[in-house]
T-cell receptor, first 113, second 114 residues
């Protein structure tokens, strides 16, 4: 079945450091890919998405590019802030009728001042 | 404001005492679903509904029921809760657009079953 694998956390960075959280997927068909963010004590918020190969999703300084050849959707940010501390989830929806999100296990990011 | 609401946000109960977690969305979405979030396991889908009176099992449906009598509401029912259902629960509502689907999540319900 479809699956998402993301790097194990936790990840601890200093403010203004560069962030990469790796995400790879296995899916039949042509999935849409997502990054969700969960701030402490809150629900999930959509951070960015990409619906086809070579699309780049971006939001709040975060970016991720849909790489079909490597089945990857790595999350990057050039300069993290303390307010970016959260848990980040990579996810996919397979196109073709099913709206079920398949999630990775999440990566906890802590940014220190 | 477009949103998904859940109630209650926090609940402590005892084994075997029936409970219902409500979920409501104001975006007129057809597709809704329930997930549970557990440490080290991420989020897993419990049940989903593609429209009124149309529901189906997700990946972890055991011990749960749902109903969809109205488009906006999708309650999650635990007929006889057990401690292994202690978890963080999220309701989600899906928008279908020109650029694919996007799921919007409620704020979560943290359940403790003693």
């Amino acid at each position: 079945g479809d699956s998402v694998t993301q790097m194990e956390g936790p990840v601890t960075l200093s403010e203004e450091a560069f962030l990469t959280i790796n995400c790879t997927y296995t899916a039949t068909g042509y999935p849409s890919l997502f990054w969700y963010v969960q701030y402490p004590g809150e629900g999930l918020q959509l951070l960015l998405k990409a619906t086809k190969a070579d699309d780049k999703g971006s939001n709040k300084g975060f970016e991720a590019t849909y790489r079909k050849e490597t089945t990857s959707f790595h999350l990057e940010k050039g300069s993290v802030q303390v307010s970016d501390s959260a848990v980040y989830f990579c996810a996919l929806i397979t196109q073709g009728g099913s709206e079920k999100l398949v999630f990775g296990k999440g990566t906890k990011l802590t940014v220190n001042p | 404001e477009a949103q998904v609401t859940q109630n209650p946000r926090y609940l402590i109960t005892v084994t075997g005492k029936k409970l219902t977690v409500t979920c409501s969305q104001n975006m007129n979405h057809e597709y809704m679903s329930w997930y549970r979030q557990d440490p080290g396991l991420g989020l897993r889908q419990i049940y989903y509904s593609m429209n009124v009176e149309v529901t189906d099992k997700g990946d972890v449906p055991e011990g749960y029921k749902v109903s969809r009598k109205e488009k906006r509401n999708f309650p999650l029912i635990l007929e006889s809760p057990s401690p292994n259902q202690t978890s963080l629960y999220f309701c989600a509502s899906t928008a279908r657009g020109r650029y694919g689907e996007t799921q919007y999540f409620g704020p979560g319900t943290r359940l403790l079953v003693l």
